[in-house]
């Protein structure tokens, strides 16, 4: 029997606040049995490290993914169990030989969660100063998915000029902007909804949030 091919969604975090936002989008992926390449920017660390306590290191980046897979988004530890990292490959930021930094590597799109306004500005203009900007770049030019989780407010003009032209390229512009109606009682039902708007725009199913049906009050009623 032939082995199926990998072909894996890359997921760039970038040093945005939302490290609980990325968490939970590699749990959706992973729980979907997709495979990911992962590529965790060096501002990026220093986000985690302020909003978990995770120092996450390239020579123990599993055991450390792990810790932070397992937290909640209210950063309680063991929240999440047995989360399967058997589909992760890593790639150190300043790889840019890394496979994602070709188009010739085999990838189904990109996620970036969250992604920085300065993040923002490096994919637009093209500068593909790390992995992260450059796999961005090469989703573009290769027509592949893109989606990038905003996460700052207020945005100002430059920003949003940023954001348009990525749009343009054919980019998701995916603000991390949770809402309300799926009957949010808890901060991970909020966080677990933008992921889950995230997977939407790849294509990926999952059971993150309750979607809207057209009935008011819905969000009220459930149990």
């Known amino acids: 029997m032939t082995e199926r091919k990998r072909t894996p969604w890359v997921v760039g975090v970038s040093g945005a606040s939302g490290t609980p936002y990325a ?24 986000t985690l490290l302020d909003e978990t306590g995770i120092a996450f290191r390239d020579a123990h980046w599993r055991g450390d993914l792990a810790e932070w897979l397992g937290r909640g988004a209210d950063g ?20 840019l030989a890394a496979g994602p930094s070709s188009g010739s590597y085999a990838v189904k799109g990109m996620l970036i969660v969250p992604a920085s306004t300065a993040c923002v500005a490096g994919v637009a203009l093209g500068l593909s100063k790390d992995l992260l900007q450059r796999a961005a770049s090469v989703t573009l030019k290769e027509r592949r998915r893109l989606v990038v989780a905003v996460r700052e407010t207020p945005l100002n003009g430059q920003t949003l000029k940023h954001l ?15 809402a309300f109606y799926a009957g949010a009682t808890h901060i991970q039902d909020l966080v677990d909804f933008v992921a889950g708007r995230v997977l939407d725009a790849a294509g990926v199913p999952h059971r993150l949030y309750r979607r809207w049906e057209g ?7 459930q149990v």
Do not use: H, M, N
Not at 23 to 46: K, M
């Open 215 to 221: 009935e008011l009050g819905g969000s009220r009623t």
């Open 76 to 95: 309680k530890p063991g929240t999440f169990r047995d989360v399967p990292l058997d589909g992760v490959r890593y790639w150190g930021a300043g790889d």
């Open 164 to 178: 348009v032209a990525l749009d343009e390229a054919g980019a998701v512009v995916l603000p991390a902007s949770p």
């Open 23 to 46: 968490a939970a989008v590699l749990r959706g992926l992973l729980a979907a049995g997709e495979s990911v390449d992962l590529v965790v920017s060096r501002a990026s660390r220093l």
